[in-house]
C-alpha cells in the first residue's frame, strides 16, 4: 500500500512539473512579446491569447518555478529521485534563475 501512494504522489508531480514547463516557456514568449512590442497591432496572432500567456507567464511561472524547485531540493536532501529527466531539472533551475534576474535584478 506504501509503494503505491508514492507511485500516485510521483504521478501527480509529474503532472505539476508538466504544468511548470508550459508556464515557463509562456515566461520566455512574454519576455519575446516585452522584447519587440508585438500586440500592439489588432492583426497579430497572439492577440486573443495574450491575457492567459501574460498571466500564466509572467505571473504564475515564477511561483509554480519557486515550489518546483524547493520540492526538488527536498527530494535531493532527502536522496529520492526526482523521476524526471535531468534536462527538465537543469531548465527549470535556469528558468528560476531568468525569472529572479527579471523580475528583481532588472527593474532596479
Known amino acids: 500500500m506504501y509503494f503505491y501512494s508514492i507511485i500516485q504522489n510521483m504521478k501527480k508531480y509529474h503532472f ?3 504544468i511548470t ?3 515557463n516557456i509562456l515566461f520566455c ?3 519575446y512579446v516585452k522584447s519587440v512590442k ?3 497591432v489588432s ?3 497572439l492577440m486573443p491569447f495574450s491575457s492567459a500567456i501574460i498571466i500564466l507567464g509572467w505571473f504564475v ?3 509554480l518555478t ?3 524547485n524547493i520540492y526538488l531540493f527536498w527530494l535531493f536532501i532527502r536522496k ?3 523521476g524526471m529527466p535531468a534536462w527538465r531539472i537543469v531548465a527549470s533551475v535556469i528558468f528560476l534563475t531568468a525569472q529572479i534576474f527579471v523580475h528583481f535584478i532588472m527593474p532596479a
Open 29 to 31: 514568449i512574454c519576455l
Open 80 to 82: 529520492h529521485d526526482s
Open 66 to 68: 519557486l515550489i518546483e
Open 16 to 18: 505539476y512539473s508538466k
Open 38 to 40: 508585438i500586440g500592439t
Open 61 to 63: 511561472a515564477p511561483i
Open 21 to 23: 514547463f508550459i508556464c
Open 43 to 45: 492583426n497579430d496572432m
